[in-house]
């Protein structure tokens, strides 16, 4: 994006697998059962295996990092609330909308979410953002690889 306005928004979907949770577990050492232990997830409050929530919140880093506000973000501050599981295979969506916008500063506020196929909230919250602005330029109308697996959309809210 070129711009970061109150009420832009952008989207990003995944299809979540189980080698998203190996991935995971490579990066980060997080061998949790619950990710990967098939029959003591079942036996869970959560009846089967549950992806990682970092997984779950990638989702949003990749969508600010490439959509909005777009390349040189960095949170500088969330509050995520995880309020369900996101299983192997879940269809994944993580929502943005711009919420403020600092005028002395390159400092957006995003109201965040991520929902499931069935439309399910499984996260809620906010995100601050810092786009640093050399890379910002450097980058506006440049087009970014998406994996396979992923899609993402920005658009204009309409009131």
Not at 7 to 28: H, K, M, N, P, Y
Not at 60 to 86: I, R, T
Not at 101 to 109: A, H, I, Q, Y
Request: proline share 6%.
């Amino acid at each position: 994006m070129t711009t970061t306005e109150i009420g832009v928004s952008a989207r990003r979907t995944r299809t979540v697998s189980e080698r998203d949770i190996a991935l995971f577990t490579e990066i980060t050492g997080d061998r949790n059962p619950i990710h990967y232990d098939a029959e003591l997830a079942a036996a869970s409050r959560f009846g089967s295996l549950v992806v990682q929530g970092g997984v779950t919140s990638g989702l949003l880093n990749a969508l600010v990092a490439e959509q909005l506000p777009g390349p040189g973000s960095v949170f500088l501050e969330v509050a995520w609330q995880f309020l369900a599981p996101v299983r192997p295979g879940d269809v994944i969506t993580a929502h943005a909308t711009v919420t403020s916008v600092r005028s002395d500063k390159p400092v957006t506020t995003l109201s965040t979410r991520v929902t499931n196929q069935a439309g399910t909230t499984v996260l809620d919250g906010t995100a601050v953002v810092w786009r640093d602005p050399v890379v910002a330029a450097a980058s506006n109308g440049a087009q970014h690889h998406q994996p396979a697996g992923t899609s993402g959309t920005t658009e204009r809210e309409q009131p």
